[in-house]
């Protein structure tokens, strides 16, 4: 059986991405800092007949996620496919004429040490084992820089040049790195950025292994 582990799992794109994954087949590795929350989501799917268990980890703590990934591949057999999707605090969201350098340190260990710990991690047993996939997944101003974001317009662009460079580099072994872009909030109901269809999207993804960037919808549509 396949495993997926997606860090930032939460009961709304997390628990669709694990069910539309689990429909192929896959085990789901949910990781999160809440434990007790994460647990429970776990469960939920568990009720439905999805392989899952939940993790605790901080994205900020790189020590802690290759814990919780090695927990997962101990528990569920080792990462095929990796889904990184934490929803940046609040704090990263301040305008740029009020950001200092102590806003966008943490900002930064959330958007780039964090995925470079977990892609490390992963991407040795994926070499091992002939290949697999990371999906990273953001907000629009990881391309389109927001003067009122500025840390996550500032980390998630660099989160982006880092993907792209692991799109790259990992080819050669099978690897795909491929982010979606979902500009503005996430919208049950919404015909591009509803957690299911955005689900497929991701499953997509994992399977066409296209270019390295895909849109959820345009960057100007309502």
Do not use: C
Not at 20 to 35: P, Q, W
Not at 93 to 106: C, H, M
Not at 117 to 139: D, E, K, P, S, Y
Request: proline share 6%.
């Amino acid at each position: 059986m396949p495993t997926l582990a997606i860090i930032g799992a939460g009961s709304n794109l997390g628990a669709a991405v694990a069910r539309r994954f689990a429909k192929e087949g896959f085990s789901v590795g949910l990781i999160s800092r809440n434990l007790e929350r994460i647990t429970s989501l776990a469960d939920d799917l568990g009720a439905e007949g999805i392989t899952a268990r939940g993790y605790s980890a901080d994205v900020r703590d790189p020590a802690s996620i290759r814990e919780a990934l090695d927990a997962v591949s101990a528990d569920l057999g080792p990462v095929d496919v990796l889904q990184y999707s934490p929803l940046p605090a609040k704090e990263y969201l301040r305008p740029v004429l009020e950001t200092t350098v102590d806003d966008l340190q943490p900002a930064l260990e959330f958007s780039v040490h964090g995925p470079l710990t977990a892609i490390h991690h992963v991407t040795q047993h994926m070499r091992f084992l002939g290949g697999g996939t990371i999906l990273l997944v953001n907000g629009g101003s990881a391309v389109r820089p927001v003067a009122k974001f500025a840390g996550t317009s500032v980390s998630f662009a660099a989160e982006s040049a880092l993907g792209q460079m692991f799109h790259e580099a990992l080819a050669p072994d099978d690897i795909h790195v491929g982010q979606l872009i979902i500009p503005g909030a996430i919208e049950p109901g919404h015909p591009r950025k509803d957690p299911e269809v955005i689900a497929e999207r991701l499953w997509e993804i994992h399977t066409t292994r296209g270019d390295f960037r895909t849109f959820a919808q345009d960057l100007d549509a309502d």
